[in-house]
């Protein structure tokens, strides 16, 4: 439900009361909240990283459409580049694999593990809990009309 600004007030709410007893037990949490932290901040960096592979991927394809003004071109030539996105796309790519395979090489499976599904996990949880307000949203306006 939006308030009179156009923003969902209840969610925000809700966001802030969980991100503050996150930050809390993170304070106070001992060890367990310092691992708790990191997986945090892995996700974080894969889950931030992982959306640039599609637009450095839509690159090539956007430079090859005709008709649009480009009043700066910074890279010439076709095989320029591909050649730039090809190496652009698998640094990125290399660094989130990295960032997910890392804690591996110091036993910390549980940490590589979260790294990695937890953005997938959270992505899924989003979709589906979207999709439902969605639908109902929809049932909502059909009942009124």
């Not at 304070?27 to 640039?52: E, K």
């Not at 790519?93 to 940490?111: K, M, N, S, W």
Request: with cysteine; charged share 15%; hydrophobic share 50%.
């Amino acid at each position: 439900k939006l308030n009179k600004h156009g923003m969902p007030e209840r969610s925000m709410w809700v966001q802030a009361a969980i991100v503050s007893v996150i930050i809390l037990f993170i304070s106070f949490g001992g060890n367990a909240a310092g691992q708790f932290y990191t997986i945090l901040m892995d996700m974080m960096n894969v889950s931030s990283s992982a959306p640039y592979l599609f637009l450095i991927g839509a690159y090539p394809f956007f430079k090859m459409k005709k008709g649009i003004d480009r009043p700066f071109v910074f890279i010439e030539g076709k095989k320029r580049v591909w050649a730039v996105t090809i190496v652009v796309w698998l640094v990125v790519a290399i660094g989130i694999v990295f960032t997910c395979i890392e804690p591996l090489f110091t036993g910390d499976y549980a940490t590589s593990f979260w790294t990695a599904i937890g953005p997938v996990a959270f992505g899924i949880i989003a979709w589906v809990y979207y999709s439902y307000q969605e639908r109902k949203s929809v049932a909502v306006v059909d009942e009124e009309e």
